[in-house]
């Protein structure tokens, strides 16, 4: 798994065109009551690519 991860990063690197197929986000709400009224009564919730989040962390502390 770790090898498999460091594997996708350095593909990255060699190939940033690659990221647009790992940046798939979805995006759900979760109703914090039973009888949602208002948008507000929502959680939103983010579900990213962990490879994904992996790679532009790594990205972002390079740039720093």
Known sequence: MQQNICNLVFSIFEQ??????????????IPKLDNVVWLKNFHLISLCNVSYKIGTKILVDKLQ
Request: with cysteine; charged share 15%.
């Open 16 to 29: 940033p065109s690659c990221v647009d197929e790992l940046n798939a986000t979805l995006i759900t709400l």
